[in-house]
């Protein structure tokens, strides 16, 4: 019997979806990867997953693992093996509010995790443009970050437990709720952000925290990037760590969200080289009780900041949200970052993280080196400048595989001589491969190349993605 035979027969016709029907799984995000898989097999529990996995290996047949396919670099794509859809097991099985933690299965939608966990008056911070389409499963293997790594940390600091199916088809349960536990290697760390080429995610134990009770949202206008780490700093220190989100937007970025959304307002009536968007966030009684004025204290205290550095002229304008319109506005246009740099092609997009002082280096450099390579050249970005994490977008005056391969080697140059990272958030899947062998440790590549091989030594775990040929 041929392997999808076996699987209609074990798991149900519904369960395993060929033809014209895969169209919904086979285009990612950005129109730049797409798959021709053997078939879309789309198992309804941690059982079917594992029976998946036990006749691809018989087989020798590769398995991807897909989720929202909202991930930037073809990790999840095929052509040929088996596309492994998480989409039926999308149950969160239990939220536990005095513990602060939920279990869930690996298909949950990010906003449907947003949502379960407000009805307990807590969140699930992780949050970032794409979380309409994420699943729990996508995050934790990309180990996604978004606008608020600064105080929650990356997704592996939001994970209690996990349970994956090995790709013998072995469960592996570490569906711990445990803060502490320090028994033998950290397996758990080892499949977050995997990327799938380890075994795939079926469930996990999530991290939840105390809703904020307000928020005061602010767009700030400056100069230079000096100032604006020195606003950080002061206002974490005066809020206790309140900081959930800061958001850089250089005047690129706003023009190219007004060449998208022509009816938005710009931020501010002049344009300003430098647009930053800071978010607090307060849970406690003293900071977001209303005063007898009706004011806020934790937008008071973000206000009084402002006032005495536009007093200074370090801050040239400012903007504080007076509603929840308004702070919608704001996130949207940041939001809007995926859609603004796809917006033209040919381009070379690239997420790289580097110290929070070596942003402004890291972004003066890259363009001259830009403009050596291609004169015409132009470029974008946008930087969760909290975590360091920058987006930068360059835009080729003509689709030339040489020109683009230069560009990427290029930046992936600066941010190794700032000592950064080329692969902040995405991952690295098939797009970063090239930097992964340019750049990474070669030794940590070997490590990394025995332990794949230990775990799934007939190479049928989304083979081709994220390490590259030794
Ligand atoms: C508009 C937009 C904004 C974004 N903003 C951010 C951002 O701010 N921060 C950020 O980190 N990312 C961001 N991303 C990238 C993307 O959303 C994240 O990488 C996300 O974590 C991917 O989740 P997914 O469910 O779509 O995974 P997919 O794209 O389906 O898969 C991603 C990778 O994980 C593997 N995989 C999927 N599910 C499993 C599983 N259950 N077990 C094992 N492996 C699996 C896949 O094989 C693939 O290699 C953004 C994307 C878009 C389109």
Not at 201 to 230: C, E, H, Q, S, W
Not at 368 to 380: E, Y
Not at 447 to 452: D, G, N, S, V, Y
Request: glycine share 10%; proline share 5%; net charge negative.
């Amino acid at each position: 019997m041929d392997i999808l035979a076996a699987l209609r027969t074990e798991l149900g016709d519904d369960a395993v979806v060929t033809g014209d029907a895969m169209g919904p799984w086979c285009h990612d995000w950005t129109g730049g990867y797409t798959s021709a898989p053997l078939a879309v097999v789309r198992p309804r529990d941690t059982v079917g997953v594992s029976a998946v996995m036990r006749a691809a290996q018989a087989s020798g047949t590769a398995v991807v693992p897909i989720s929202g396919n909202t991930g930037l670099n073809g990790g999840a794509s095929t052509q040929g093996g088996l596309l492994l859809s998480l989409d039926r097991m999308k149950t969160i099985r239990a939220i536990d509010a005095t513990a602060r933690s939920a279990v869930v299965d690996a298909g949950v939608i990010l906003s449907q995790m947003h949502d379960a966990a407000a009805a307990h008056d807590l969140i699930f911070p992780l949050t970032f443009g794409a979380r309409g389409s994420a699943m729990i499963g996508g995050v934790l293997s990309t180990n996604a970050g978004g606008s608020n790594v600064r105080r929650y940390g990356n997704t592996r600091d939001l994970v209690l437990g996990i349970e994956a199916v090995l790709p013998n088809g072995r469960v592996m349960d570490l569906m711990g709720h445990l803060h502490k536990d320090n028994t033998g290697l950290n397996l758990k760390h080892l499949m977050i952000g995997a990327e799938g080429t380890l075994g795939i995610i079926t469930a996990a134990v999530l991290r939840l925290f105390p809703k904020p009770r307000a928020y005061a949202t602010a767009m700030v206008a400056l100069n230079d990037l000096g100032p604006a780490l020195d606003l950080l700093n002061r206002v974490q220190d005066a809020s206790r760590g309140a900081v959930e989100a800061f958001e850089f937007m250089p005047d690129t970025y706003i023009d190219g969200h007004l060449a998208i959304k022509p009816d938005a307002r710009p931020p501010f009536d002049r344009r300003y080289p430098v647009n930053i968007l800071i978010e607090l966030g307060a849970t406690a009684a003293q900071d977001t009780t209303p005063l007898a004025d009706g004011t806020v204290p934790i937008t008071n205290l973000l206000e009084d900041i402002l006032g005495q550095m536009i007093a200074d002229g370090t801050v040239l304008d400012a903007h504080v949200v007076a509603s929840e319109a308004q702070r919608r506005d704001m996130w949207a246009r940041r939001e809007a970052a995926g859609e603004i740099g796809f917006r033209k092609r040919p381009l070379v997009d690239t997420d790289v993280a580097v110290g929070l002082t070596d942003v402004d280096a890291f972004l003066r450099n890259v363009r001259s080196g830009l403009l050596a390579l291609d004169p015409d050249a132009t470029d974008w970005a946008v930087s969760h400048l909290g975590d360091g994490n920058v987006h930068y977008v360059a835009y080729p005056s003509r689709d030339d595989p040489a020109l683009i391969h230069a560009i990427r080697a290029m930046v992936d140059a600066v941010t190794a001589d700032l000592n950064g990272s080329f692969s902040a958030e995405h991952g690295i899947g098939l797009s970063k491969r090239i930097s992964m062998a340019r750049h990474k440790d070669p030794a940590a590549l070997d490590a990394m190349r025995a332990i794949k091989a230990a775990l799934d030594p007939h190479g049928i775990m989304n083979p081709g993605k994220m390490l590259p040929d030794a």
